[in-house]
C-alpha cells in the first residue's frame, strides 16, 4: 500500500477503506459526493457478506506491524478505526444490522433521503439524478431479498417498524420527488425526462410499501423488545461505553423527576391560573411572542438563531472556522420522522452542513419549542462538531472525518451545547427556558423508557398517575405508557411522542446515546475545571475535545484526562 501523500501508513489505510467503501457502497458514496456510481444502492445479502469481508480485511490491516501508531495522532486514528470496525463487524456478523429497521432507519429513507443531498444545477447532474431514480426499483428489490432471509429466519422486527416503513413508503409514492422536479424546472424549463423518472421512482416506493403490509407484516415479531443482550450490543455500538443499563435508568428517573420539579416550578411564574404543565404548555403554545406564520417566516427565525449564536460565540468560547460558518436551514419532506435532525457538509464542503424542520403539516410554529432544538441541531450543536472534524485533516484520519461519527459523542455534544447556552444566559425568558427544560426532559425520559420497555423492567415505585391510563408505579413498562410519560412529562403532543416510541423500538440504544454522552462531556468539564480553577480555559477545553473528533466515550473520557 502506498502512503505517498499521507501523514502516516495509517492514514494512508484509513483513506483507502473510504476509497473501498465508496466503491462497495454506492450509496455512500452518492450521499458523500465521493464518485458517480451508475447503481443507486444494494442491499441485498450479497452487499451484508461484502461488508463482513471488508471489515475483517481492514481490521487485520490496522493490526499489521507497519500500522502500528507512531505518535498521538496515529494512535487515536488507530483507536477510532478499530473500535467502530469491530462494532460495525458485530451487527453484521450477528443478523442485527439486516433485522433491525424502523421509520427513522431503513434502506426506504435512506434512498429517498440521498436525493436531498444531490446536486442538480447542470445538464450532467440532471442526467446522473434521471438515471438514479431510474435505480429505485432494482434497489428496493435487492432489500427484499435480505427481508427474504430475515423472514425466513424468524427475524423481522415487530410488526409496528414493519408497518410504518411501509407507510413511509406509500408517503413517498404520493409526490416525494414532486418538489425536486419543480424546482429544477423552474430554473431550467420543462424536465420531461426527470419528471418520468420521478413518477417512476415513486410508484416504485408506493408498490414496496404496499407489497411490506400484505406480505411482511403478517410474518413480524409480535414483541416489540429485543431484550438485554440485543439492548447492550447496540447501546455499545450508540455509545462506545461500557454501560450499567440498571444504573443507567435509576439516574435517568432521578434526571427526569429533578427537570420536571423545575418545569413545574416555571410554569407557576408565567401561567399561575393553569392547572397542570399540559394547560400551562398551551398558554406557551398561543404566546404570539413565540408563535410564527408561515414556513418562511420559520426558516428566517431558525437561521437566525443559528447567525446569533456565531457570532456571540467566536473567539470566547470557540475558534469557529470561516470555512464552516453558514449552516443551512430546510425543511424535511414529507414523511419524515417528527424530530428536527442534521445532515453535515460533504468532503470538499461544495454541500453545505444543514439543519432540517418536520412541519408534519402546520403552518404555525411556537418558536420556544425550536431555539433550544437549533442550538442542538446547529451551532454549537451538531454542526459546529460535524463540521469541525470534517475540515481537521492534518489531526484526524479520513475515516475519522467521513465516516467515524458515533452518536453518544456526537449527541452528548449536541445536548452538552444546549447546556452552555442556557448556562451563558441564551435562554433566560420563560419561553426559551422551558424550551430547553422540554429537550432536557425528553433525552431524561428516552433513557428511562428506552430500557425500560425493551429490558421489560417494571417502571419507578414513585410513577405514580400518568393522564389516561392511572396509576402506573412498578407497572412493566408499555409503549403506551411510554407514550404518555413523553407526553405529560416531556410535553410532547400525542402525535411527536407516538413518533418517539416508535423510533425507540425500532433503534434499541440509540436514544439514551444522547444523556450518556452528555454526563461525560459534563464530566469531563467538571474535571477539568477542578484541575485548573480559575485559569479554566472554554475555548481551550472546546478545541482540546473538538480536535479529538468522534470517538467511543470510553476512549473520551480516557482522552479528555490528558487536557
Not at 469541525?388 to 485533516?393: F, G, H, P, V
Not at 407514550?483 to 410532547?492: D, G, N
Amino acid at each position: 500500500m502506498s502512503t505517498a501523500g499521507f501523514r502516516s501508513p495509517l492514514f494512508a489505510l484509513s483513506s483507502m477503506y473510504i476509497d473501498d467503501l465508496a466503491e462497495k457502497n454506492s450509496l455512500f458514496a452518492i450521499t458523500e459526493g465521493l464518485g458517480t456510481p451508475t447503481t443507486l444502492a444494494d442491499f441485498s445479502p450479497r452487499a451484508t457478506e461484502a461488508r463482513i469481508a471488508q471489515l475483517r480485511h481492514f481490521l487485520a490491516a490496522l493490526d499489521s506491524a507497519e500500522n502500528t501508531p507512531t505518535d498521538d495522532i496515529d494512535r487515536i486514528a488507530a483507536i477510532v478505526m478499530r473500535e467502530r470496525w469491530t462494532s460495525a463487524l458485530h451487527l453484521a456478523e450477528s443478523g442485527e444490522s439486516d433485522r433491525t429497521f424502523s421509520v427513522l432507519w431503513s434502506p426506504v429513507s435512506e434512498i429517498r433521503q440521498a436525493f436531498d443531498l444531490i446536486p442538480h444545477e447542470s445538464d450532467i447532474d440532471r442526467e446522473r439524478i434521471v438515471g438514479w431514480l431510474g435505480q429505485v426499483r432494482p434497489a428496493l428489490a435487492t432489500w427484499k431479498e435480505t427481508l427474504d432471509r430475515v423472514a425466513s429466519r424468524g427475524e423481522l422486527p415487530s410488526r409496528r417498524h414493519v408497518l410504518g416503513v411501509a407507510e413511509q413508503a406509500v408517503t413517498y409514492s404520493e409526490g416525494t420527488f414532486d418538489h425536486l422536479v419543480s424546482t429544477v424546472e423552474t430554473s431550467h424549463g420543462p424536465q420531461p425526462a426527470l419528471r418520468a423518472a420521478a413518477a417512476e421512482a415513486q410508484a416504485a416506493f408506493g408498490e414496496f410499501g404496499r407489497m411490506l403490509s400484505s406480505t411482511y407484516a403478517p410474518q413480524a415479531t409480535a414483541s416489540d423488545y429485543v431484550g438485554e443482550r440485543r439492548y447492550l450490543l447496540w447501546a455499545s455500538h450508540f455509545t462506545g461505553k461500557t454501560l450499567d443499563l440498571h444504573e443507567l435508568y435509576a439516574w435517568g428517573w432521578q434526571d427526569l423527576s429533578a427537570i420536571h420539579r423545575r418545569m413545574m416550578e416555571l410554569a407557576k411564574e408565567f401561567a399561575p391560573n393553569s392547572a397542570t404543565l399540559a394547560d400551562a404548555i398551551d398558554v406557551l403554545d398561543a404566546d404570539e411572542k413565540y408563535l410564527i406564520h408561515g414556513e418562511a417566516a420559520l426558516i428566517s427565525a431558525l437561521e437566525k438563531i443559528i447567525e446569533g449564536a456565531n457570532s456571540a460565540l467566536e473567539d470566547k468560547y470557540f475558534a469557529i472556522d470561516p470555512r464552516i460558518r453558514h449552516c443551512d436551514v430546510k425543511l424535511a419532506p414529507p414523511g419524515s420522522a417528527s424530530a428536527a435532525y442534521y445532515i453535515g457538509p460533504n468532503e470538499d464542503l461544495s454541500r453545505p452542513g444543514s439543519t432540517w424542520f418536520p412541519t408534519m403539516g402546520a403552518t404555525e410554529f411556537p418558536l420556544w419549542r425550536s431555539i433550544s432544538t437549533w442550538y442542538h441541531e446547529g451551532v454549537p450543536g451538531h454542526h459546529l462538531e460535524s463540521a469541525t472534524s470534517l475540515i481537521n485533516a492534518d489531526r484526524l484520519s479520513r475515516f475519522h472525518r467521513i465516516d467515524g461519527w458515533i452518536s453518544g459523542y456526537g449527541e452528548g455534544w449536541a445536548l452538552y451545547a444546549e447546556r452552555l447556552m442556557f448556562e451563558l444566559g441564551f435562554m433566560s425568558d420563560y419561553g426559551a427556558e422551558m424550551g430547553y427544560l422540554v429537550s432536557q426532559a425528553l433525552r431524561a425520559a428516552r433513557i428511562v423508557v428506552d430500557i425500560g420497555m425493551h429490558l421489560q423492567l417494571p417502571a419507578p415505585a414513585d410513577l405514580g398517575y400518568l393522564e389516561g391510563i392511572g396509576d402506573c408505579s412498578g407497572r412493566v413498562w408499555t409503549p403506551e405508557m411510554a407514550v404518555a410519560l413523553l407526553q405529560f412529562r416531556a410535553c410532547l403532543t400525542n402525535v411527536e411522542a407516538t413518533s418517539e416510541v416508535d423510533r425507540y423500538l425500532g433503534n434499541p440504544g440509540q436514544a439514551i446515546s444522547y444523556k450518556v454522552g452528555e454526563r461525560e462531556w459534563i464530566r469531563a468539564r467538571e474535571a477539568a475545571t477542578a484541575r485548573y480553577g480559575e485559569k479554566f480555559d472554554f475555548k481551550k477545553f472546546h478545541k482540546f475535545a473538538l480536535d479529538l473528533g468522534p470517538m467511543g466515550l470510553d476512549s473520551f473520557a480516557s482522552e479528555m484526562a490528558n487536557f
